[in-house]
């Protein structure tokens, strides 16, 4: 069924999926904080020292970056064309897709690091 899908079926269902993804940890943190009494440095460290938590915000941030690189390929693909902009539009688009490239790298590595 996955394969009768078109180019932009597809990236609508991976965007829409990495969406679930970030609302089911955002519930998932949000659930141990509002359970938490008392939220201090020691228990959150804790919280993350774990494995399994380790894993899912990794999952998080993949699931955060492939919707934004998506997300933002839709956008500048409308958006920020020669029918727009003229010659600019495509200098813009590849700047913009250069740039969401590079904050998605960063934030990627920074979270990696963090997280590991």
Known sequence: MFSRLGHGSKEFL??????????????????????????????????????????????FFLAFAVHTWLGTWAVSSDYLTPRIFGNLGRILNVSFRGIVAAIIVLILTWAIIIIW
């Open 14 to 59: 991976i965007i829409r999926a990495c969406a679930l993804l970030m609302l089911f940890y955002t519930l998932y943190l949000g659930g141990f904080v509002v359970v938490t009494d008392e939220l201090n440095f020691t228990l959150w460290s804790t919280f993350f020292d774990n494995a399994l938590n380790k894993i899912l915000t990794s999952v």
